[in-house]
């Protein structure tokens, strides 16, 4: 990306020095302070690209403290199925009582710790692995379809948390320090939620501008005839 933004900003600066010859009988070099200006903006233009380009990658786990935020051990209530979580870690475990586990085998108690308010994400997590008849392999077919679900719900019900995700732009999620399923995965839905969610807020603007510019075009012929 850098590279392509050099060569385009370049060409341009060539470009408008070449049309500065043509449009003398004779070819007579710009005024020498103009060109350092040009070249001292371009140069600054170009180091801020190269800065956003090493920060295009944002880190988010919740163990270092790294945009904690936006992992899934965050405090972001929500509603999910008629039961209320206080994390999207919380919610995911136990959507693995919900979704994978037979009727007749009881996790009552793990599932009233997971929707406590004062159930952290760690604690969750740990609660996961208590749940007892988890059928694993159905499980893993469901989880990322659940996952994205989970997290477009917490996004969605809590304002903040999506103004802060959408703050991230474009830059690439990553969750480096898991190595297992979820390094790659997590922050690959976390991105398809954010794209989604931003054109839906996209579209939501577009529909209020029409609302406006409708009500005020009304306002208008009321005035005109009474």
Partial sequence: ???????????????????????????????????????????NELRQIIDLESKSKINIYAGTNENADLSNFATRPFTFKGYQFNSVEAAFQAMKIEESVPIDIDNSEIMDKLTSKNVTGAQAKSLGRQIKGLDVRDWDRKSSSIMEQLLLASFEQNPKALERLLSTGNAELTHTQDKGKWG??????????????????????????????????????SMNYP
């Fill in 1 to 43: 990306k850098v590279s392509e933004i050099l060569k385009n900003t370049t060409f341009e600066f060539i470009s408008e020095i070449e049309e500065s010859f043509k449009s003398t009988e004779k070819v007579k070099p710009k005024n020498t302070s103009e060109i350092d200006e040009k070249l001292a903006a371009i140069e």
């Fill in 184 to 221: 790659r995965e997590f922050p690959k839905l976390l991105m398809e939620v954010r794209d989604e969610l931003r054109q839906s807020k996209s579209e939501v603007k577009k529909v209020e501008v029409q609302n406006q510019n409708s009500n005020s075009r009304v306002s208008l012929l």
